[in-house]
């Protein structure tokens, strides 16, 4: 009987365990179907239908867990695959887990992880980017124009997330570059922001500084958005330079919700760059106007139109890019 008994409480002890614990695997099935077209600064303009995916968020599939240490204490990690949806090719470099790979532990104290991960620069962008966010977004395909647009996830990352105390919150990941060789100094990354959230409103500063061999780029944003229920407000300034050039960065943006599972956006980007003698070096700018119409809580039919345009020093158009519709469905799991 007492063996039966102390069998039994062993059984309950292991099933409270892994009640504690959990593993999930999750993922977005997103593509579209539209127009793209170009158009070069000898005025020859190519155009086509596609087939293309990530639309709104890019395709991936991952898996996350969780389990309670006691104390407050949680061990996490998560492991993140991307790939092409209209060809089936593993996306990010053609690495398994070319996302995200990293684990860590969290508590009272805040996050700590280390693997491959997003920079602390990045979360602050994205939190504040116009269009939702969504691939469609012009930032990133203007922004980026003279000074190479920055390293969004980095590889043998350690990365620190405070709590939240008052509103503001920060965070600081350091990316270890081990590549140094006998005549290469190693590559490294070191990354930062400080936000403020509290009820409609989020702003904050970040920064990122990207070593490669003997160049350093340095990014330095400011960025935030307001929420005035009828309509919320994006807007992010950026100052992107190295040895070589020096770019200034603007995005701004509007959305609006219709009923509850409905939303138009609108987005603007542009960059301004000069060389490090201050030398103009030419300036893109674009606009993006989306909305998508939530089908279920999964599910997500979108449509688009973006366009940028490219000027060089002189003034004179060297390239249009335009997609002048995609209309897709995002599906999450």
């Known amino acids: 009987m007492k063996k039966s008994l102390i069998a039994l409480a062993v059984l309950a002890a292991s099933g409270a365990s892994f009640a504690q614990s959990s593993v999930t695997l999750y993922g977005v099935a997103d593509f579209w179907v539209g127009s793209t077209s170009t158009t070069d600064a000898a005025g020859v303009k190519l155009s086509q239908t596609v087939q293309n995916g990530g639309g709104y968020n890019g395709n991936r599939w991952g898996l996350r867990g969780v389990e309670d240490l006691g104390g407050g204490l949680k061990a996490k990690f998560q492991f ?10 593993v ?13 860590g532990v969290e508590g009272d104290f805040g996050s700590v992880t280390a693997g491959r991960q997003y920079t602390s620069y990045d979360s602050l962008r994205g939190a504040t980017n116009h269009a939702f966010d969504a691939g469609v977004a012009v930032t990133g395909s203007v922004w980026g124009f003279g000074v190479a647009d920055y390293a969004g996830r980095t590889n043998n990352t350690l990365r620190y997330d ?9 965070s600081l990941s350091y990316g270890l570059g081990e590549n140094k060789t006998a005549t290469v100094n190693a590559s ?60 200034s960065e603007v995005q701004l943006g509007v959305s609006a919700p219709i009923g509850a599972n409905a939303a138009v956006g609108f987005g603007y980007a542009t960059a301004d760059s000069e060389t490090a003698a201050g030398a103009d ?47 897709g469905v995002r599906h999450s799991f």
């Open 188 to 247: 490294s990354q070191t990354s930062l922001h400080v936000k403020f959230a509290m009820g409609p409103i989020l702003a904050g500063v970040g920064y990122q500084a990207e070593k490669v061999a003997a160049v350093t780029t340095k990014y330095t944003l400011i960025a935030g958005s307001y929420d005035l229920g009828v309509v919320k407000l994006n807007a992010g300034f950026n100052k992107a330079d190295n040895t070589v050039l020096q770019d």
């Open 281 to 327: 070096n030419g300036k893109r700018s674009g606009i993006v106007l989306t909305g998508y119409y939530d089908l279920s809580k999964r599910t997500r039919a979108y449509a688009a139109t973006n366009n940028t345009t490219t000027k060089n020093a002189a003034g004179a158009t060297t390239a249009k890019t335009a997609t002048t519709l995609a209309v």
């Open 80 to 89: 993140e695959s991307g790939f092409t949806i209209d060809d089936g090719n």
């Open 162 to 170: 405070s709590p939240t105390m008052g509103g503001v919150s920060g």
């Open 91 to 103: 996306a990010n470099g053609a690495t398994m887990f070319g996302r995200q790979a990293y684990a």
